[in-house]
């Protein structure tokens, strides 16, 4: 995951800022200013867990500043940052299916589908739409952002390539239905090629 500052004077660990930024958008932050006040409100002891460095031994860990928090998160490559959590999620997944029998797990399943963000907005006031692919167990493994110049089936491709899709049927909604296998244009499509019969496990009505 690249760091987008500079290598002097970092204080704190890049992994270290982000997980705070995920701990207070899980309870509730909805702004940067909310998120830096959420660290800063954190107890030395969720700070140390979640990798702050420890300067001072009597002190503890220290929350970033408000101007640190933005100024990262303002500057993260968001691509490069849901392809590390989604690698992340998949190998996961992958572990725990490994430990059930080969014959009692059904066939390995993602849907890809777009959503537009609610309350988010880029600079010059477009709303920000994602195209996201989940397992069938609820977990995505890989998000992209549609740029306002392009659509959803330029990202559809780019989305799946950094995934193992061996032995996994992927399906999608209308607005992908160029997929980027041998299959003919439909909605499901496995990742060896052929065309089964599948539904989607998630509902792409709420657009």
Do not use: Y
Request: contains cysteine; charged residues 25%; hydrophobic residues 35%.
């Amino acid at each position: 995951m690249p760091d987008p500052r500079r290598g002097h004077g970092r204080r704190h660990p890049l992994a270290f800022v982000l997980s705070l930024a995920a701990c207070a958008v899980l309870a509730g932050a909805k702004s940067l200013a909310a998120i830096a006040e959420w660290a800063a409100d954190a107890p030395p002891h969720v700070l140390a867990r979640l990798g702050g460095p420890c300067r001072e031994p009597d002190r503890g860990p220290v929350a970033p500043a408000e101007a640190t928090v933005r100024r990262i998160l303002q500057r993260i490559d968001g691509d490069a940052l849901d392809t590390a959590v989604g690698s992340w999620l998949a190998g996961r997944e992958r572990a725990a299916g490994q430990e059930e029998n080969d014959s009692d797990r059904p066939l390995s399943s993602l849907a890809v589908d777009g959503k537009t963000v609610r309350g988010a907005r880029r600079t010059h006031g477009t709303q920000v739409h994602l195209l996201a692919a989940m397992t069938g167990t609820g977990l995505v493994t890989a998000q992209r952002e549609v740029d306002g110049k392009t659509n959803e089936i330029t990202v559809f491709q780019p989305l799946l390539a950094p995934l193992d899709l061996h032995g996994t049927v992927v399906t999608s909604t209308p607005s992908t239905r160029r997929p980027p296998t041998r299959c003919r244009p439909s909605r499901s499509c496995a990742a060896d090629g052929s065309s089964p019969p599948a539904r989607s496990p998630w509902n792409a009505s709420t657009r």
